[in-house]
Protein backbone atom coordinates (compact mmCIF):
# COMPACT_ATOMS: atom_id res chain seq x y z
CA UNK A 1 0.00 0.00 0.00
CA UNK A 2 0.92 3.21 -1.03
CA UNK A 3 2.00 5.64 2.05
CA UNK A 4 -0.09 9.07 1.22
CA UNK A 5 0.63 12.22 3.12
CA UNK A 6 -3.37 13.00 4.50
CA UNK A 7 -4.40 16.07 6.19
CA UNK A 8 -8.03 16.06 7.58
CA UNK A 9 -8.68 19.34 9.10
CA UNK A 10 -10.99 18.26 11.60
CA UNK A 11 -12.87 15.20 13.08
CA UNK A 12 -15.05 13.73 11.15
CA UNK A 13 -17.52 10.65 11.01
CA UNK A 14 -15.87 7.32 11.96
CA UNK A 15 -17.03 6.13 8.25
CA UNK A 16 -14.99 8.16 6.74
CA UNK A 17 -12.01 7.87 8.51
CA UNK A 18 -12.19 4.06 8.66
CA UNK A 19 -11.68 4.07 4.97
CA UNK A 20 -9.08 6.45 4.94
CA UNK A 21 -7.33 4.40 7.19
CA UNK A 22 -8.03 1.03 5.57
CA UNK A 23 -7.49 1.80 2.18
CA UNK A 24 -4.41 4.72 2.51
CA UNK A 25 -3.20 3.45 6.12
CA UNK A 26 -3.38 6.90 7.82
CA UNK A 27 -3.79 10.26 7.78
CA UNK A 28 -2.68 13.24 10.53
CA UNK A 29 -5.52 15.07 11.28
CA UNK A 30 -6.42 18.49 13.49
CA UNK A 31 -6.21 17.57 16.90
CA UNK A 32 -8.13 20.29 18.39
CA UNK A 33 -12.23 20.38 18.54
CA UNK A 34 -12.52 23.32 16.62
CA UNK A 35 -12.19 25.55 13.13
CA UNK A 36 -8.16 25.82 12.67
CA UNK A 37 -6.80 29.26 11.87
CA UNK A 38 -6.00 30.30 8.25
CA UNK A 39 -2.19 29.50 9.25
CA UNK A 40 -2.52 26.85 11.30
CA UNK A 41 -3.90 25.56 7.96
CA UNK A 42 -1.00 26.19 5.90
CA UNK A 43 1.12 24.48 8.05
CA UNK A 44 -0.61 21.41 8.79
CA UNK A 45 -0.85 20.91 4.68
CA UNK A 46 2.54 21.30 4.04
CA UNK A 47 4.17 18.03 1.76
CA UNK A 48 0.44 17.19 1.70
CA UNK A 49 -1.26 14.60 -1.22
CA UNK A 50 -4.64 15.34 -0.09
CA UNK A 51 -6.39 17.38 2.22
CA UNK A 52 -10.08 16.75 3.80
CA UNK A 53 -11.51 19.90 4.07
CA UNK A 54 -14.53 21.07 5.94
CA UNK A 55 -16.78 23.71 4.60
CA UNK A 56 -15.67 26.20 7.69
CA UNK A 57 -11.90 26.21 6.03
CA UNK A 58 -10.62 28.58 3.51
CA UNK A 59 -8.76 26.51 0.75
CA UNK A 60 -7.20 29.27 -1.25
CA UNK A 61 -3.22 29.62 -3.44
CA UNK A 62 -2.26 29.89 0.12
CA UNK A 63 -2.89 26.55 1.33
CA UNK A 64 -2.08 25.38 -2.05
CA UNK A 65 1.31 27.12 -2.24
CA UNK A 66 1.55 25.56 1.02
CA UNK A 67 0.86 22.11 0.12
CA UNK A 68 3.08 21.97 -2.49
CA UNK A 69 3.24 20.27 -5.84
CA UNK A 70 2.37 16.81 -4.95
CA UNK A 71 -1.03 17.74 -3.45
CA UNK A 72 -3.54 16.12 -6.09
CA UNK A 73 -7.34 16.47 -4.43
CA UNK A 74 -8.97 18.20 -1.99
CA UNK A 75 -12.20 16.23 -1.16
CA UNK A 76 -14.13 18.92 0.80
CA UNK A 77 -16.81 17.45 3.51
CA UNK A 78 -19.59 19.30 2.06
CA UNK A 79 -22.37 19.90 -0.65
CA UNK A 80 -21.45 23.47 -0.75
CA UNK A 81 -18.00 24.38 -1.76
CA UNK A 82 -17.55 28.37 -1.86
CA UNK A 83 -14.71 27.75 0.74
CA UNK A 84 -12.58 26.52 -2.41
CA UNK A 85 -10.87 28.51 -4.59
CA UNK A 86 -11.98 25.85 -7.48
CA UNK A 87 -10.42 27.74 -10.77
CA UNK A 88 -7.13 28.42 -8.95
CA UNK A 89 -7.13 24.52 -8.17
CA UNK A 90 -8.10 23.72 -11.55
CA UNK A 91 -5.61 26.21 -12.77
CA UNK A 92 -3.00 24.12 -10.63
CA UNK A 93 -4.51 20.42 -11.61
CA UNK A 94 -5.64 20.11 -8.68
CA UNK A 95 -9.05 17.80 -8.30
CA UNK A 96 -11.91 18.90 -6.00
CA UNK A 97 -14.60 17.02 -4.94
CA UNK A 98 -18.04 17.72 -2.86
CA UNK A 99 -20.58 15.44 -1.30
CA UNK A 100 -23.90 15.98 -3.54
CA UNK A 101 -27.29 13.63 -2.90
CA UNK A 102 -26.46 12.22 0.81
CA UNK A 103 -27.81 15.01 2.59
CA UNK A 104 -30.94 15.98 0.42
CA UNK A 105 -33.47 15.37 2.52
CA UNK A 106 -32.15 15.71 5.64
CA UNK A 107 -31.30 19.41 5.12
CA UNK A 108 -34.76 19.62 3.21
CA UNK A 109 -36.37 18.01 6.46
CA UNK A 110 -34.80 20.79 9.09
CA UNK A 111 -36.15 23.21 6.39
CA UNK A 112 -39.36 21.90 7.33
CA UNK A 113 -38.93 21.77 11.26
CA UNK A 114 -37.97 25.64 10.56
CA UNK A 115 -40.95 26.37 9.02
CA UNK A 116 -42.92 24.60 11.52
CA UNK A 117 -41.08 25.96 14.45
CA UNK A 118 -41.78 29.40 13.09
CA UNK A 119 -45.12 29.62 11.68
CA UNK A 120 -46.51 27.28 15.14
CA UNK A 121 -43.74 29.16 17.60
CA UNK A 122 -42.27 26.09 19.40
CA UNK A 123 -39.07 27.55 20.23
CA UNK A 124 -41.17 30.66 21.77
CA UNK A 125 -43.76 28.11 23.43
CA UNK A 126 -41.10 25.73 25.05
CA UNK A 127 -39.19 29.10 26.52
CA UNK A 128 -42.46 29.88 28.43
CA UNK A 129 -44.01 26.84 29.46
CA UNK A 130 -40.34 25.35 31.05
CA UNK A 131 -39.93 28.67 33.07
CA UNK A 132 -43.26 27.98 34.53
CA UNK A 133 -45.52 31.20 33.04
CA UNK A 134 -48.58 28.10 31.59
CA UNK A 135 -51.13 29.58 34.06
CA UNK A 136 -53.93 27.86 31.82
CA UNK A 137 -55.33 27.07 28.37
CA UNK A 138 -55.40 30.62 26.93
CA UNK A 139 -57.61 31.48 23.65
CA UNK A 140 -55.46 33.70 22.38
CA UNK A 141 -52.24 32.01 23.48
CA UNK A 142 -49.10 31.54 21.27
CA UNK A 143 -51.28 32.46 18.17
CA UNK A 144 -48.93 31.32 14.71
CA UNK A 145 -49.97 30.43 11.02
CA UNK A 146 -51.63 27.72 9.70
CA UNK A 147 -49.75 25.61 7.18
CA UNK A 148 -51.92 23.16 5.16
CA UNK A 149 -53.44 24.87 1.98
CA UNK A 150 -50.92 27.62 1.66
CA UNK A 151 -48.95 29.49 -0.70
CA UNK A 152 -44.74 27.94 -0.82
CA UNK A 153 -42.51 29.69 -2.55
CA UNK A 154 -39.37 27.67 -3.37
CA UNK A 155 -36.19 29.92 -4.77
CA UNK A 156 -33.72 27.30 -6.70
CA UNK A 157 -34.96 24.26 -7.27
CA UNK A 158 -32.05 21.92 -7.62
CA UNK A 159 -31.80 18.68 -5.44
CA UNK A 160 -32.57 19.99 -1.77
CA UNK A 161 -35.10 22.74 -3.23
CA UNK A 162 -36.80 19.97 -5.41
CA UNK A 163 -37.09 17.56 -2.13
CA UNK A 164 -38.65 20.17 1.01
CA UNK A 165 -40.99 21.47 -2.10
CA UNK A 166 -42.11 17.41 -2.97
CA UNK A 167 -42.32 17.06 0.81
CA UNK A 168 -45.17 19.88 1.03
CA UNK A 169 -47.64 17.12 -0.80
CA UNK A 170 -49.54 16.41 2.57
CA UNK A 171 -50.32 19.83 3.15
CA UNK A 172 -51.76 20.58 -0.07
CA UNK A 173 -50.12 23.84 -1.16
CA UNK A 174 -49.96 25.52 -3.72
CA UNK A 175 -46.34 25.55 -5.18
CA UNK A 176 -44.37 28.87 -6.42
CA UNK A 177 -40.64 28.47 -7.63
CA UNK A 178 -38.03 30.35 -9.81
CA UNK A 179 -35.48 28.35 -10.80
CA UNK A 180 -33.18 28.89 -14.00
CA UNK A 181 -34.40 25.65 -15.75
CA UNK A 182 -38.15 24.70 -15.35
CA UNK A 183 -38.26 21.53 -13.01
CA UNK A 184 -40.78 18.77 -14.62
CA UNK A 185 -41.09 16.68 -11.41
CA UNK A 186 -42.06 20.05 -9.50
CA UNK A 187 -44.45 20.77 -12.28
CA UNK A 188 -45.83 17.04 -13.00
CA UNK A 189 -46.32 16.23 -9.08
CA UNK A 190 -47.12 19.33 -7.03
CA UNK A 191 -48.74 21.42 -10.34
CA UNK A 192 -45.83 23.63 -9.22
CA UNK A 193 -45.46 27.01 -11.08
CA UNK A 194 -42.51 28.83 -12.09
CA UNK A 195 -42.27 32.57 -11.85
CA UNK A 196 -40.41 35.54 -11.82
CA UNK A 197 -38.93 36.45 -8.08
CA UNK A 198 -41.28 39.22 -7.77
CA UNK A 199 -44.48 37.33 -8.00
CA UNK A 200 -42.47 35.22 -5.57
CA UNK A 201 -41.97 37.09 -2.76
CA UNK A 202 -45.22 39.12 -3.24
CA UNK A 203 -47.40 35.55 -3.48
CA UNK A 204 -45.70 33.08 -1.24
CA UNK A 205 -47.13 32.40 2.53
CA UNK A 206 -43.67 30.73 3.00
CA UNK A 207 -40.26 31.45 1.30
CA UNK A 208 -37.75 28.89 1.19
CA UNK A 209 -33.92 29.22 -0.19
CA UNK A 210 -32.23 26.59 -1.87
CA UNK A 211 -29.73 28.22 -4.10
CA UNK A 212 -25.95 28.15 -4.38
CA UNK A 213 -23.86 31.28 -3.22
CA UNK A 214 -22.61 33.02 -6.22
CA UNK A 215 -22.46 36.14 -7.19
CA UNK A 216 -26.09 36.29 -8.45
CA UNK A 217 -27.52 35.22 -5.06
CA UNK A 218 -26.05 37.43 -3.42
CA UNK A 219 -27.79 39.61 -0.81
CA UNK A 220 -30.80 38.57 -3.28
CA UNK A 221 -32.90 39.06 -0.54
CA UNK A 222 -32.54 42.95 0.79
CA UNK A 223 -34.94 45.66 2.47
CA UNK A 224 -37.07 46.31 -0.95
CA UNK A 225 -37.67 42.33 -1.36
CA UNK A 226 -38.55 42.06 2.25
CA UNK A 227 -40.91 45.25 1.68
CA UNK A 228 -42.42 43.19 -1.25
CA UNK A 229 -43.68 40.13 1.20
CA UNK A 230 -46.51 39.69 3.47
CA UNK A 231 -46.57 40.53 6.84
CA UNK A 232 -47.81 37.38 7.35
CA UNK A 233 -44.62 35.58 5.50
CA UNK A 234 -41.92 33.48 7.01
CA UNK A 235 -38.40 33.19 5.53
CA UNK A 236 -36.62 30.05 5.61
CA UNK A 237 -32.78 30.06 4.83
CA UNK A 238 -30.54 26.53 4.55
CA UNK A 239 -28.83 27.55 2.06
CA UNK A 240 -25.94 30.36 3.14
CA UNK A 241 -26.31 33.15 4.79
CA UNK A 242 -25.53 35.74 2.07
CA UNK A 243 -28.22 34.91 0.18
CA UNK A 244 -30.14 37.26 2.68
CA UNK A 245 -28.45 40.92 3.64
CA UNK A 246 -28.77 40.39 7.12
CA UNK A 247 -29.42 43.68 8.53
CA UNK A 248 -32.35 43.90 6.70
CA UNK A 249 -33.61 40.92 7.97
CA UNK A 250 -33.04 41.78 11.41
CA UNK A 251 -34.83 45.02 10.57
CA UNK A 252 -37.66 43.82 8.82
CA UNK A 253 -38.22 40.98 11.97
CA UNK A 254 -38.10 43.51 14.21
CA UNK A 255 -40.50 45.99 12.61
CA UNK A 256 -42.85 42.81 11.20
CA UNK A 257 -42.71 43.66 7.69
CA UNK A 258 -42.52 39.63 7.86
CA UNK A 259 -43.69 36.96 10.52
CA UNK A 260 -40.78 35.45 11.10
CA UNK A 261 -37.58 33.76 10.20
CA UNK A 262 -35.97 30.49 10.54
CA UNK A 263 -32.45 30.31 9.93
CA UNK A 264 -29.71 27.64 9.76
CA UNK A 265 -26.65 29.60 8.01
CA UNK A 266 -25.58 33.07 8.67
CA UNK A 267 -23.48 35.82 6.51
CA UNK A 268 -20.40 35.62 9.00
CA UNK A 269 -20.64 32.46 10.87
CA UNK A 270 -20.93 31.76 13.49
CA UNK A 271 -20.82 35.27 14.42
CA UNK A 272 -24.68 36.34 13.97
CA UNK A 273 -25.56 39.97 12.80
CA UNK A 274 -26.15 42.35 15.86
CA UNK A 275 -30.36 42.62 16.85
CA UNK A 276 -30.47 39.10 15.30
CA UNK A 277 -30.85 37.25 18.94
CA UNK A 278 -33.45 39.88 20.20
CA UNK A 279 -35.99 38.99 17.29
CA UNK A 280 -38.21 36.35 19.18
CA UNK A 281 -39.82 35.87 16.22
CA UNK A 282 -36.62 34.42 14.39
CA UNK A 283 -35.63 30.61 15.53
CA UNK A 284 -31.63 29.73 14.74
CA UNK A 285 -30.10 26.23 13.85
CA UNK A 286 -26.22 26.53 14.00
CA UNK A 287 -25.63 25.44 10.29
CA UNK A 288 -27.34 21.94 11.25
CA UNK A 289 -28.95 21.24 8.12
CA UNK A 290 -27.28 17.75 7.48
CA UNK A 291 -26.74 16.99 10.71
CA UNK A 292 -28.57 13.57 11.61
CA UNK A 293 -26.39 10.62 12.70
CA UNK A 294 -26.97 8.88 9.50
CA UNK A 295 -26.12 11.72 7.04
CA UNK A 296 -23.04 13.01 8.24
CA UNK A 297 -21.69 9.10 8.41
CA UNK A 298 -22.33 9.16 4.80
CA UNK A 299 -21.06 12.55 3.93
CA UNK A 300 -17.87 11.51 5.79
CA UNK A 301 -17.93 8.58 3.97
CA UNK A 302 -18.38 9.93 0.34
CA UNK A 303 -15.64 12.43 1.23
CA UNK A 304 -13.19 9.85 2.35
CA UNK A 305 -14.43 7.36 -1.18
CA UNK A 306 -14.01 10.81 -2.99
CA UNK A 307 -10.14 11.56 -1.80
CA UNK A 308 -9.54 7.65 -1.79
CA UNK A 309 -10.25 7.15 -5.86
CA UNK A 310 -8.38 10.78 -6.32
CA UNK A 311 -5.31 9.15 -4.92
CA UNK A 312 -5.57 5.59 -6.65
CA UNK A 313 -5.89 7.65 -9.66
CA UNK A 314 -9.61 6.80 -10.26
CA UNK A 315 -11.71 9.67 -10.97
CA UNK A 316 -13.52 10.66 -8.20
CA UNK A 317 -17.35 10.07 -8.10
CA UNK A 318 -18.10 13.96 -7.60
CA UNK A 319 -15.51 16.02 -9.30
CA UNK A 320 -16.31 19.36 -9.64
CA UNK A 321 -13.19 20.32 -12.07
CA UNK A 322 -13.42 17.10 -14.77
CA UNK A 323 -10.55 19.31 -16.29
CA UNK A 324 -8.29 18.42 -13.53
CA UNK A 325 -8.24 14.79 -13.92
CA UNK A 326 -5.36 13.09 -16.22
C1 LIG B 1 -23.71 22.26 4.16
O1 LIG B 1 -24.00 23.40 4.30
C2 LIG B 1 -23.12 21.72 2.97
O2 LIG B 1 -22.81 22.49 2.05
O3 LIG B 1 -22.92 20.49 2.92
Redesign the pocket.
Known amino acids: MKKWNIYITRKIPEPGLDLIRKECGGFRINPHNRVLKPTEIQKAVQGCDAILSL ?1 TDKIDAAVMDSAGDKLKIIANH ?3 FENIDLPEATRRKIMVTN ?1 PGV ?1 TKTTAELAWALLFSVARRVVDSDRYTRSGKFKGWDPLLFLGQDISGKTLGIVGAGRIGTEFALMSKGFNMRVLYNSRRPNESLEKELGAKKTDLETLWKESDFISLHVNLNSESFHLIREKELKMMKSSAILINTSRGSVIDEKALVKALKRNWIFGAGLDVYEKEPELVHGLTGCGNAVLTP ?1 T ?2 ASFQTRSKIALLAAENLVAGLNGQRPKNLLNPESFQ
Open positions: LAVGTLHGS
